[in-house]
T-cell receptor, first 112, second 117 residues
Framework: SQQGEEDPQALSIQEGENATMNCSYK?????LQWYRQNSGRGLVHLIL?????REKHSGRLRVTLDTSKKSSSLLITASRAADTASYFC????????????FGKGTLLTVNP | KAGVTQTPRYLIKTRGQQVTLSCSPI?????VSWYQQTPGQGLQFLFE???????NKGNFPGRFSGRQFSNSRSEMNVSTLELGDSALYLC????????????????FGPGTRLTVT
């Protein structure tokens, strides 16, 4: 079963707007990661946030983590057409289980 | 530094055949993980190797197997192919996916797209 579930499944915005994607998970975790995948290609790591962190920034990306609600959000500010991709959250399952479990992703389309 | 490479990039096989996919990790990386990606099931973890030992395994039948060589290169094999094995197979490497704080970031290859007819 999926550990992480992204919401929404698809999002379409205009260039310059902000995009927010959410991820919910079921069990306690050590780390949560976000990845991007351009159409049918390999995934690119965006950001990792530890369970004892609440917020992290990287360039135009902002990730928040709420372990009490078992949820995370990824905010992309000032989006560009090149941000068009699928975005996945990935979690381990806490403890000594280092297996990464991915959600089904959010397909983001940024229209020029 | 060269990225993760996977060969072949595309493969067409018929039911009942077997297939071997290859992955060369980033130089210095010792952990290699394999994932299957399909439209219906999404990304699913197959297995992870570290220093030639399988450390973790997903919920796949025994037809799916893998190995890692002393140079960290890895291969996965699928025997008796079924139509449902059609997927994008992704390999990911890291120095060691097991950080002291949990699972660390992984670097993905472009994938091998397998079509079973």
């Amino acid at each position: 079963s999926q550990q992480g579930e992204e919401d929404p499944q698809a999002l379409s915005i205009q260039e310059g707007e902000n995009a927010t994607m959410n991820c919910s998970y079921k069990t306690s975790i050590n780390n949560l990661q976000w990845y991007r995948q351009n159409s049918g290609r390999g995934l690119v790591h965006l950001i990792l946030i530890r369970s004892n962190e609440r917020e992290k920034h990287s360039g135009r990306l902002r990730v928040t983590l709420d372990t009490s609600k078992k949820s995370s959000s990824l905010l992309i500010t000032a989006s560009r057409a090149a941000d068009t991709a699928s975005y996945f959250c990935a979690t381990d399952e806490g403890g000594s289980n280092y297996k990464l479990t991915f959600g089904k992703g959010t397909l983001l389309t940024v229209n020029p | 530094k060269a990225g993760v490479t996977q060969t072949p990039r595309y493969l067409i096989k018929t039911r009942g055949q077997q297939v071997t996919l290859s992955c060369s990790p980033i130089s210095g990386h010792r952990s290699v993980s394999w994932y299957q990606q399909t439209p219906g099931q999404g990304l699913q973890f197959l297995f992870e190797y570290f220093s030639e030992t399988q450390r973790n395994k997903g919920n796949f039948p025994g037809r799916f197997s893998g190995r890692q060589f002393s140079n960290s290169r890895s291969e996965m094999n699928v025997s008796t192919l079924e139509l449902g094995d059609s997927a994008l197979y992704l390999c990911a490497s890291s120095f060691d996916v097991r950080l002291t704080s949990g699972a660390g970031e992984q670097y993905f290859g472009p994938g091998t797209r397998l079509t079973v007819t």
